[in-house]
């Protein structure tokens, strides 16, 4: 995966450098307070996987515009917006490998700037002067306040089916990477089915990824997560690894993991045995496998387009999305 990680990286470097110069310029608040806030989490590191799709996705569709960074950041403010919100909603401590924001000012405070970021992005979006990429922006926030509402309305669920697992990752995830492609593909002014073609690949580039960052939840140790091993858990979140263990669990395994669920206070040694019983189970193998038919997916979409750099990086970049199952 570092080889795969290296290649990418130097493939944007340049999309990478005008990414941060924008993030930074648009951030313009009314108050130091907003920037200092707002930098916390955004300049805290991340991927900037989402604007760089959408510049991508763009370039694929032979778009020669100069200045689709500044749109493109309009995905990682939504991004960060969302996970703001999120911190303060599950009481997580650390985001990124540093205390989240609500830890080190107050929860309004981080509530309020991600409601900066929220706007930003839509004047953002406005200023593309398209009604459908404005479409697209309305839409992921929609979405993506359902999807977390819904998972909330599940918090400790252990009823919880994968159906609603599935439209919960599709909204909290998925559809930001769907709108990131898709826009790209409407400010270059491309046909429709190229439009869809790079929609699909978002959709299950995001479905692929946030399975993925399930994974990593169970797999990953807290230095190399950004956040503490097991959050997922502790904060009530059934992921696709719990579900499909406690739907082959015995009855005395489930009653145990239920117990677990309940009890967001669980020690080190629970965590484990509970990992233990995700692979017994094929918990996690399977949580790879459903991953890694999105992924499938996803590089069929792109079959449409023409062989060159921009198609082989998202190519990719969708294996990179598989390669962190591992």
């Keep these: 995966m ?9 493939a ?55 200045d689709l960074s500044q749109f493109a950041i309009i995905f990682e403010y939504l991004h960060a917006a969302t996970l703001m919100h999120d911190d303060v909603v599950d009481g997580a401590r650390l985001r990124r490998g540093r205390p989240a924001a609500h830890h080190v000012w107050d929860p309004p405070t981080a509530v309020l700037t991600g409601d900066f970021l929220l706007a930003r992005s839509l004047s953002l ?22 999807g977390e509402i819904r998972q909330l309305a599940h918090k400790g669920d252990v009823t919880l089916d994968e159906t609603v697992y599935l439209d ?13 492609c898709r826009t790209g593909a409407l400010i270059a002014g ?25 994974l990593l939840d169970y797999t990953q140790e807290t230095a190399a997560l950004g956040k503490a091993a097991g959050a997922d858990l502790r904060e009530g979140k059934l992921t696709l690894p719990v579900i499909r263990t406690l739907s082959r669990a015995d009855h005395r395994q489930r ?16 965590f484990d045995r509970l990992v233990d019983l995700m692979r017994m189970h094929g918990g996690i193998e399977d949580t790879r496998q459903s991953a890694a038919i999105h992924i499938r997916r996803a590089k069929s979409a792109l079959s449409g387009f023409e062989d060159g750099p921009h198609r082989a990086l998202l190519a990719d970049i969708a294996d990179y999305a598989w390669a962190r199952t591992a």
Excluded: N
Excluded at 134 to 145: K, L
Excluded at 256 to 264: F, G, K, N, S, T
């Design 2 to 10: 570092s080889d795969l990680k290296r290649k990418i990286l130097s």
């Design 12 to 66: 944007v470097a340049d999309e990478l450098k005008l990414i941060e110069q924008a993030l930074a310029d648009h951030l313009h608040p009314h108050f130091d307070l907003v920037a200092q806030v707002a930098g916390h989490l955004l300049f805290a590191g991340g991927k900037r996987l989402r604007p760089l799709l959408m510049m991508r996705s763009a370039r694929l569709c032979r778009c020669d515009r100069d």
């Design 125 to 146: 979006a406005a200023r593309t002067r398209l009604p459908e990429v404005i479409d697209v922006i309305a839409g992921i926030t929609e979405q993506m306040s359902q």
């Design 168 to 180: 919960v990752i599709r909204c909290k995830t998925a559809v930001l990477f769907q709108g990131a």
């Design 190 to 214: 491309a046909p429709a089915s190229l439009c869809d073609a790079l929609d699909d690949y978002g959709f299950h580039l995001g479905m692929a990824f946030q399975m993925a960052d399930d």
């Design 255 to 270: 009653e145990w993991i239920e117990a677990l669920v309940r009890d967001p206070e669980f020690t080190p040694a629970d």
